[in-house]
């Protein structure tokens, strides 16, 4: 993890704030697989167990609050899964991992992958499709996002 280290550090340089939601023990990573009823990443789960969720204020990546992982609200998996479940029509096989102005909704994708990883894919909300591949696998896909504000 101390990629993201590095990166969240290089991200401050440039002026932005970071913020990070604390670790989520292994209990609460297992209870969120429980309740959105499928199992997620290894590399999300790493993330999850040692960040919780966060990471550039206003592009938080979404996490575990406050190590309770059956809190409903914007900024948590849960959360964010649910009211796009909801609310637009996500397939039970997609996990919310970034959610933005009810517009932009990037996710896991547990029906694809090479086994263990899932990639981060885009689901068009309007459209209520996935239209694109962001990335191969959730830690590509953080230090991408990292690296995006750290110039």
């Known amino acids: 993890m ?3 280290d590095e ?6 340089a440039a002026g932005n704030e970071i913020f990070w939601l604390g ?3 292994g209990h609460q990573v297992q209870r969120l697989e429980a309740l959105l009823g499928l199992q997620l990443s290894p ?5 999850l167990e040692v960040y919780g969720g966060g990471g ?6 979404s996490g575990i609050e406050d190590d309770n992982a059956e809190l409903m609200t ?19 096989h997609l996990v919310v991992i970034y959610f933005h102005d009810d517009e932009v909704c990037w996710c896991l994708d547990a029906s694809e992958g090479d086994g263990d990883e899932f990639p981060v894919v885009s689901y068009n909300i309007f ?7 962001i990335s191969e696998d959730f830690s590509a896909f953080m230090r991408q996002h990292l690296a995006l504000y750290s110039t």
């Open 2 to 4: 101390a990629e993201y």
């Open 7 to 12: 990166l969240a550090m290089a991200a401050e």
């Open 23 to 25: 670790p989520a023990s």
């Open 43 to 47: 590399s999300y789960k790493r993330f």
């Open 56 to 61: 550039i204020v206003s592009a938080e990546i």
């Open 74 to 92: 914007g900024g948590s998996v849960l959360g964010d899964t649910f009211t796009c479940r909801d609310r637009f029509g996500l397939p039970d």
């Open 127 to 133: 459209s209520k499709e996935v239209d694109r591949a």
